[in-house]
């Protein structure tokens, strides 16, 4: 038993398309938990690391014989280092299937979404299913510290183990989580030449959270191209550090804007890109509402990969300033949602989303203020809700 083992959403999906598929692919930030709940899940599977060298070496000078050894399968984490074993996963698979032998499980972690992707789109099609397990949503985070305040939410983010440790040492954590994991995967993805001009970007990037992304303004102020730009961003989104969330148009007969907004899958860490250190100083800061809804926008994103649902989010802005913080799509239409760090519900909060109403019109199945108050009135249409309670309002 794993102490201190805080319960992840993801878990059931997990066990159920374990039952069903010979290999599992887990991907996401590292120090996001992959590995705990994998090994938590799953402890009747052998256990091997490739971030160990000697070990990585064994793999790769005959990965056949690596395979052949584990008859029952096996948990293979950090597989960013090796791509390649997808090619003789997908080999051992099928020869499973065509012996007629009880089919082996295998489990694969990486935490670089670029280099896993790519081997999986060429060797492993409908041979495994693909998660992303992002740092705790605030649903989970609270059934683990239900007395956990905004601000904390905020400050800490979901890296499991800032929890696990009561937040104490954050700062330390954080630095090295940057200095260890982010600039070595930099290194190892693209050759940087100047590496204070990229920290510099990585710092710019914190800055705009939840706003628009100009690349040619970021250009400008880091001292490269806007090409550079565009391939550093597209390194920070692979590595997991940010995501941009992309601007609805289609079938839209308005001016609308084209340019996408910037998010960090933590909050925390882009407090500490910020220099925000201590709670007193999130509270003032002017970006707090920003980062509230960076932290609402992740839960979203959070509840539908836990539950390996592919609903496309996006953010509705027009030229003539009218804007809502996040559209949701599915199957059914639209769902609109107006995010607010105040605590005390007012009706023109309202304004943008019933805007849109006009806009969208039947399309239109949701919509919902989601703010840090206590009053609450769940209705489809201008209803508002606390932002903690997104779980249990999506699930209803």
């Known amino acids: 038993m794993i102490d201190n083992l805080i319960a992840r959403d993801m878990s059931s999906t997990l066990g159920e398309l374990f039952n069903h598929l010979p290999v599992l692919t887990v991907t996401g930030p590292r120090q996001s938990g992959k590995t705990t709940l994998c090994r938590s899940l799953f402890g009747d599977l052998p256990y091997v690391n490739l971030e160990d060298l000697s070990l990585l070496a064994q793999v790769r000078s005959d990965p056949k014989a690596f395979l052949e050894r584990h008859r029952f399968g096996v948990i293979i984490d950090e597989a960013q280092n090796y791509p390649e074993i997808f090619s003789y ?6 020869n499973d299937r065509f012996s007629g032998q009880k089919p082996r499980r295998f489990v694969v972690t990486g935490s670089n979404n670029f280099s896993l992707m790519e081997k999986i789109t060429q060797s492993m099609a409908g041979r495994t299913a693909v998660l992303s397990l992002l740092p705790l949503s605030t649903d989970e985070i609270l059934r683990y510290n239900p007395h956990a305040t905004t601000s904390e939410l905020i400050i800490n983010g979901g890296f499991p183990a800032l929890w696990v440790a009561k937040g104490h040492g954050r700062r330390l ?13 930099v290194r190892q993805m693209l050759n940087v030449s100047n590496m204070s001009a990229f920290q510099l970007f990585v710092r710019l990037c914190a800055g705009r959270i939840g706003q628009e992304f100009n690349k040619l303004a970021i250009s400008n102020e880091v001292g490269v191209s806007v090409n550079t730009i565009s391939h550093w961003l597209s390194i920070l989104n692979a590595s997991y550090v940010t995501y941009t969330l992309s601007p609805y148009y289609a079938n839209i007969s308005k ?8 998010y960090f899958y933590d909050t925390g860490l882009a407090d500490y890109l910020m220099g925000i250190n201590t709670i007193e100083q999130l509270d003032v800061h002017p970006l707090r509402g920003n980062l509230l809804e960076n932290l609402v926008v992740n839960d979203f994103m959070k509840y539908d990969a836990n539950r390996a649902l592919n609903q496309q989010l996006h953010f509705y802005r027009d030229k003539s300033q009218h804007e809502v913080d996040l559209l949701r799509i599915s199957g059914n239409g639209f769902e609109a949602y107006e995010i607010k760090s105040s605590k005390t519900w007012s009706s023109s909060f309202f304004r943008n989303l019933d805007y849109l109403k006009k806009v969208l019109g039947e399309q239109l199945t949701r919509s919902m203020l989601l703010y840090d108050g206590d009053q609450e009135n769940p209705l489809n249409n201008n209803g508002y809700i606390n932002f903690r309670n997104i779980s249990q309002y999506l699930s209803s």
């Open 89 to 94: 996963l997908q080999v051992a698979v099928d």
């Open 173 to 185: 954590l954080l630095s090295n989580y940057y200095t260890t994991y982010i600039e070595r995967d």
């Open 255 to 262: 001016r609308l804007t084209k340019t996408p907004k910037l």
